[in-house]
């Protein structure tokens, strides 16, 4: 065993596998000591052994040993650009609204669009108004007990909408197609969507409003 085990140990039990900055990282550390071990040395040295993975400058995640847990991509996400949510298929995949499985974990947040790529996936975040950043957002806990935010489904297909380039929707029965055929979405959980979240959504973006307005009406429609 390495001198620097207990160090590791040290590591997760002060931070978990929440992302930690640069300076918090040297701040856990003891100033340089008899063998001329700096902060920085240490925290390269466990970058080299796999206990530090870093996420962007300036960010890193302290990765738990085997068996002894594991560590939230959707956390990391809010970590890496904050302001941010998790949303979009991300987020439609997990509630079981579309079926696919999806590696890219995406997110919304208020500064300019962007990706990042690290050990731990690919992460985009793409931009949206201020006013509408707040609509039809929770808080989710994940297994090692932290929280992270995150759209709830309603929010995640506004997103998905108003995002996409190339959609044009001008019926409700394109809208339903669109859901149906191009998402294959399950109209089950569709049809006892949050409402009020849509048309939120839809009053505070200039894109894609038409689009959500027919997204409310579809939905209205089959509950008829």
Same mark, same amino acid.
């Given at each position: 065993?390495?001198?620097?085990?207990?160090?590791?140990?040290?590591?997760?039990?002060?931070?978990?596998?929440?992302?930690?900055?640069?300076?918090?990282?040297?701040?856990?550390?003891?100033?340089?000591?008899?063998?001329?071990?700096?902060?920085?040395?240490?925290?390269?040295?466990?970058?080299?052994?796999?206990?530090?993975?870093?996420?962007?400058?300036?960010?890193?995640?302290?990765?738990?040993?085997?068996?002894?847990?594991?560590? @939230?991509?959707?956390?990391?996400?809010?970590?890496?650009?904050?302001?941010?949510?998790?949303?979009?298929?991300?987020?439609?995949?997990?509630?079981?609204?579309?079926?696919?499985?999806?590696?890219?974990?995406?997110? @919304?947040?208020?500064?300019? @669009?962007?990706?990042?790529?690290?050990?731990?996936?690919?992460?985009?975040?793409?931009?949206?108004?201020?006013?509408?950043?707040?609509?039809?957002?929770?808080?989710?806990?994940?297994?090692?007990?932290?929280?992270?935010?995150?759209?709830?489904?309603?929010?995640?297909?506004?997103?998905?909408?108003?995002?996409?380039?190339?959609?044009?929707?001008?019926?409700?029965?394109?809208?339903?197609?669109?859901?149906?055929?191009?998402?294959?979405?399950?109209?089950?959980?569709? @049809?006892?969507?949050?409402?009020?979240?849509?048309?939120?959504?839809?009053?505070?973006?200039?894109?894609?409003?038409?689009?959500?307005?027919?997204?409310?009406?579809?939905?209205?429609?089959?509950?008829?």
């Amino acid at each position: 065993m390495s001198i620097f085990d207990p160090m590791a140990t040290s590591l997760i039990k002060q931070f978990g596998t929440v992302p930690v900055n640069m300076h918090a990282l040297k701040s856990a550390f003891k100033p340089r000591n008899k063998e001329g071990w700096s902060p920085m040395s240490k925290i390269a040295f466990l970058q080299r052994n796999g206990t530090l993975v870093r996420l962007r400058r300036d960010l890193y995640l302290c990765l738990p040993e085997e068996g002894e847990g594991t560590y @939230s991509r959707e956390l990391i996400a809010n970590h890496l650009l904050h302001p941010s949510y998790v949303s979009y298929e991300t987020v439609l995949s997990r509630a079981g609204v579309i079926p696919e499985r999806v590696a890219l974990l995406k997110s @919304s947040c208020m500064k300019r @669009s962007k990706v990042f790529d690290n050990a731990t996936g690919r992460y985009e975040y793409i931009q949206v108004p201020e006013a509408y950043f707040p609509i039809g957002l929770t808080r989710q806990k994940t297994e090692e007990g932290y929280f992270y935010l995150t759209a709830t489904p309603e929010k995640a297909l506004c997103d998905l909408i108003v995002s996409s380039a190339n959609l044009r929707i001008q019926s409700m029965k394109t809208m339903r197609s669109y859901l149906e055929e191009y998402l294959r979405a399950d109209w089950d959980m569709i @049809s006892e969507m949050n409402l009020s979240i849509i048309r939120a959504c839809a009053e505070k973006t200039n894109k894609k409003k038409n689009e959500l307005n027919f997204l409310e009406r579809t939905i209205c429609r089959e509950r008829v």
